[in-house]
């Protein structure tokens, strides 16, 4: 599977961008997929992802801000991010590994797939 992150771009704090991600083919029904981010001197970090089931998770840095989402159809998986903050800035990599996500969803190291990744910078 190949995944193709696009949309990072510059906004400034209190903006919104959104990420796509389009799968080269379906992730609807064997994969967890989702967003990591990784700034620079830092350790990648599990954004949100979204399970076979259609049930979401989002770490505790981007709930209420952040909404994952994907379109079967399309193969293509996205991320909203609304009232951006400085600590955003990030390469941010759409990822899937096969089955549930399950406790460990915001490990990288479990999942098989990634993007090139796809930087945001947010400006205060």
């Known amino acids: 599977i190949q995944l193709v992150e696009s949309g990072g771009g510059s906004v400034q704090a209190g903006g919104s961008l959104r990420l796509s991600c389009e799968a080269s083919?379906?992730?609807?029904?064997?994969?967890?997929v989702g967003w990591f981010r990784q700034a620079p001197e830092k350790e990648r970090e599990g954004v949100a992802v979204?399970?076979?089931?259609?049930?979401?998770i989002y770490g505790d840095t981007v709930k209420g801000r952040f909404t994952i989402s994907r379109d079967n159809a399309k193969n293509a998986l996205f991320l909203q991010m609304n009232s951006l903050k400085s600590e955003d800035t990030s390469t941010y990599y759409c990822?899937?590994?096969?089955?549930?996500?399950?406790?460990?969803?915001?490990?990288?190291?479990?999942?098989?797939?990634w993007g090139q990744g796809t930087q945001v910078t947010v400006s205060s």
């Open positions: 979204i399970g076979i089931d259609d049930r979401t």
């Open positions: 083919e379906s992730l609807d029904r064997d994969y967890c």
């Open positions: 990822a899937a590994k096969w089955g549930v996500c399950g406790g460990s969803w915001y490990d990288p190291q479990w999942f098989a797939y």
